[in-house]
């Protein structure tokens, strides 16, 4: 990636950086000013025009990327992500106007910060295309998936809200339980975010050989290989607190060729959360959604309920011709049939049924409030395990593995 882009993206970042610092201010400085309606509209005011900016700066962003690199915005995992962040961004700029709401904004740009930090801890550079990537139907069906994605990701976020207004104080209801379980498993994201930048910046590097299929195959690892291939042998491994070898091997029903680093992952993931969750809870004495309640305990529920709801409306539609209609006739170009049961074209039609039961049982069945807000919570939990899990560790045609 050349360093117009890497300016770009650098400056999209500062930009959804700043417009998360301004809502936090818009939303928490409130009680400490005299004219507390006029500091929030100014503060909130400020978010917005930082939001659009970044969301603008990133769309020259994907036209360089485009046009310069030939790249498709489904090409890696990096374009992936950093792309979804923008949908996220638009999505919450059109439900800004509707609501005029700025703690949403004090949410939503901080998850843009986290996905596009995520997005660049993958490889950025621009490499020729496969030829089944080489297709105007993959762009649109990506392109409107992920706009859907990014309504649903800011209907996670209301619903999250939602729950921190309403039992974020409760301490000993089991709501707010579930609801600390899904901060720390945001913290764990955060927490793997964090160490992977910690040891690319330490230059750390580990190569494992292992056999697979009568062959032998050589790891690489940009994390200290807690967890090693079966039958394993170091060929190279940083120093990191005396590790010479792999302390475990990777479970046998991960198959393939990365399923020990996969694995290695997710528990560095599960580690580093754990430890920054402790740190949190041995400075701050509460739990994570006490101490976020002050920031939503002035917000109407009833209208936070609805923005989940709406935006849940507005992305639906969108995933469901990008996610279903448009991928189908892409995998009939590329592949010949319009359906074959891969693991992302499953989880895929899972998603859709989840949003699909969530909307009837709203419509028809009354469910407001705390069910539908937790539903979506957990339609993004479906979200993210197709975003990680099924690109990075389940072997299938999708996979940016």
Known sequence: MNTWMENLLLLTFVAYGLASVAFAVAVIGRK????EDNHARRWGRAGIVLSIIGAAI???FIISRFFIGGRSIASSMFEFTAFLAFAIVLAFILIYYLYHTPTLGAFVLPLAVILLAYASVFPKEVRPLIPALQSHWLHIHVTL?????GAFAVAFIAGLIYLIRVVGNQRNSTHARYLELTLVLVVMFVGYIL???LFAGLGYEAAIQHPLNGETIQQEYSLPPLIGPAGGEVVKMDPFLGLERPLFEAPSWMKGEKAASKTNTVFWSIIAGLILYGLFRALARKRICECLHPMVKNLDPEMVDEIAYRAIAIGFPIFTLGGLVFASIWAHYAWGRFWGWDPKEVWALITWFFYTAYLHLRLNRGWLGLKSSWLAVG???ILMFNLIAINLV?????SYA
């Open 394 to 398: 389940f072997a299938g045609l999708h």
């Open 32 to 35: 400490r000013k005299s004219g």
């Open 58 to 60: 990133q769309v020259m």
């Open 145 to 149: 998936a992920a706009l859907g994605e």
């Open 195 to 197: 160490v992977s930048f």
């Open 379 to 381: 339609g993004f939990v």
